[in-house]
Nanobody
Framework: QVQLVESGGGLVQPGGSLRLTCAAS????????IAWFRQAPGKEREEVSC????????DYADSVKGRFTVSRDNAKNTVYLQMDSLKPEDTAVYYC???????????????????WGQGTQVTVSS
């Protein structure tokens, strides 16, 4: 059974850092592009970052460029999202999602991603 489990969320002060982990089980991440999305209360789910499985191409939403870094460790079947210089507007539930296939470039099309984790809460507040 395909399963994604996020962890690493929590409460952090503005300017702080968190590292989110997305652990996969039941399938091998080598065959999937992975994306991070987030959803704040009362808002639609939005893309944050993605990473391809062909050559590790990455992409970021403008709102997080320069602050967030996505990476993958296929040997550990895990993807990470390093979040630095966090802002209150980064507060949301963060989800990782997987899209099966070989992607030279990752894409933010939410409909491509058919496996989702349960989400982890990130709260940025003083």
């Amino acid at each position: 059974q395909v399963q994604l489990v996020e962890s690493g969320g929590g409460l952090v002060q503005p300017g702080g850092s968190l590292r989110l982990t997305c652990a996969a089980s039941g399938f091998t991440l080598d065959y999937y592009a992975i994306a991070w999305f987030r959803q704040a209360p009362g808002k639609e789910r939005e893309e944050v970052s993605c990473i391809s499985n062909y050559d590790g191409h990455t992409d970021y939403a403008d709102s997080v460029k320069g602050r967030f870094t996505v990476s993958r460790d296929n040997a550990k079947n895990t993807v990470y999202l390093q979040m630095d210089s966090l802002k209150p507007e980064d507060t949301a539930v963060y989800y990782c999602a997987a899209a099966e296939g070989l992607y030279k470039r990752c894409v933010f099309d939410i409909y491509l991603y058919d496996s989702w984790g349960q989400g982890t809460q990130v709260t940025v507040s003083s």
